[in-house]
């Protein structure tokens, strides 16, 4: 049986087991600031071997939904030093996932109402901006422009300064958002991308945003402190299938075993309503990549067992039953049931649906005292 409770090392940081906490959006940060409440969810759940935060926009422009913790102001990053700190006190780590929407996002949230930019000027994704009475929405997003060359040269350096905003909130690291249809995605799809510049056209030139990016973001705060996600096969926000992906992120495998990076991240669709990853692909990318394999996408604690003992991939990573189990580490370990998570309470609001769900251990207390009581009277 796989070790999934006994310590990884992750490119020489310590994690206390190998259950990773996916990147989550829960859109409750009013004026785009981490708080208290965010704190407290991130302790909660920091049993975790690896936290990876909800994706974080690296500036302004990258932001696509309305109250989601940005990692480029001074306030933003005070506000995360929050989190890092009470994941640091239960021994936990936690990584920042830098985020650039690219496309999907309004001119209602840009700045001076801009268009949002892209690989390419093709409408495509719904964001969460402020409607035409003013109020916060889900929109179709605004159709995007090209990024200039000049701009992606800009982007670039944006993604390195929030990874080193991130190192200053105290976060153990960066996963640059390579997936589901953003920016970085928007310019490895061949079917989107269809630029005559350097990041146009060949796989070489679709995947150098990406890598110019990781390697800036490598540059400031080292590669075993640089992870990245990625989808292949991926169709979230109308990104369209092409016929080069699987020699697309075949490059990318080999790019990125070079770089000697904290991991790589692989996420199935599947548990979006897509189409899945093939399970095919999957092992052979795990062969064309030679470091530390996560992988997220509706997984049980026997299919995160058979994926390790079968060597396909190193930590299993969990998003869902992390927003309703706070303790799941000590629930899979123990095979204690898991609470049922609330897909209505997944975005925005308050606390609850949040950071209201007890541990296995609290709700057992709370059912004995009860019991107790009502044999009393
Ligand atoms: C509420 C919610 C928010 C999510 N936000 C993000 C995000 O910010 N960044 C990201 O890369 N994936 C995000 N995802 C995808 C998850 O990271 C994860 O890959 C997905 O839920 C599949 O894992 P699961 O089946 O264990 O839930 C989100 C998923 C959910 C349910």
């Known amino acids: 049986m796989a070790a999934l409770f006994e310590p990884f090392d992750l490119a020489g940081t310590r994690l206390n087991n190998r259950i990773v906490m996916a990147p989550m959006t829960r859109a409750r940060a009013k004026g785009d600031v981490p708080d208290e409440m965010g704190a407290l969810y991130y302790r909660q759940r920091a049993s975790a071997g690896l936290i990876i935060s909800e994706g974080s926009p690296i500036s302004r422009e990258g932001q696509g939904y309305l109250f989601n913790p940005g990692i480029y102001g001074p306030d933003q990053i005070a506000g995360w030093k929050k989190a890092t700190q009470a994941v640091h006190e239960r021994g936990g780590v936690i990584f920042c996932q830098t985020w650039h929407v690219g496309r999907v996002s309004h001119t209602s949230i840009q700045q001076n109402g801009a268009a949002p930019i892209s690989s390419a000027a ?33 982007l670039v350096n944006d993604f390195a300064q929030a990874a ?36 146009g056209g060949s796989r070489e030139n679709r995947c150098r945003l990406l890598l110019e990016a990781i390697d800036a973001s490598i540059a400031l705060i080292g590669a075993h402190r640089v992870g990245v996600r990625l989808t292949p096969y991926g169709t979230l926000f109308d990104m369209p299938i092409y016929d080069d992906i699987e020699g697309t992120y075949l490059y990318l495998a080999a790019e990125l075993s070079k770089r000697d990076l ?90 609850r649906g949040y950071v209201d769900f007890p541990t296995y251990e609290e709700e057992q207390a709370r059912l004995a005292r009860e019991k107790m009581l009502a044999e009393k009277s």
């Open 164 to 199: 080193l905003n991130a190192r200053n909130a105290g976060f153990d690291g960066v996963e640059l958002h390579g997936a589901n249809g953003y920016l970085l995605e928007q310019f490895i799809n061949a079917g989107l991308n269809d630029r005559t510049d350097e990041y």
């Open 122 to 154: 093709k409408q495509g994704g719904m964001a969460f901006g402020y409607n035409e009475d003013g109020q916060p929405d889900m929109m179709a997003a605004t159709t995007p422009r090209a990024a200039t060359t000049e701009e992606c040269r800009r």
């Open 262 to 351: 904290a991991y790589v991240h692989l996420m199935d669709q599947g548990a979006q309503g897509q189409d899945g990853l093939p399970r095919e692909f999957l092992r052979r990318f795990r062969d064309a990549y030679h470091g530390t394999l996560l992988f997220a996408g509706n997984l049980d604690k026997a299919e995160a067992h058979k994926l390790v003992d079968d060597g396909v991939i190193d930590l299993p990573v969990f998003g869902r039953p992390f927003t309703s189990n706070p303790d799941l580490v000590e629930r899979l370990q123990n095979d204690w049931p898991l609470a049922e998570f609330d897909p209505d309470t997944f975005y925005g609001g308050d606390a």
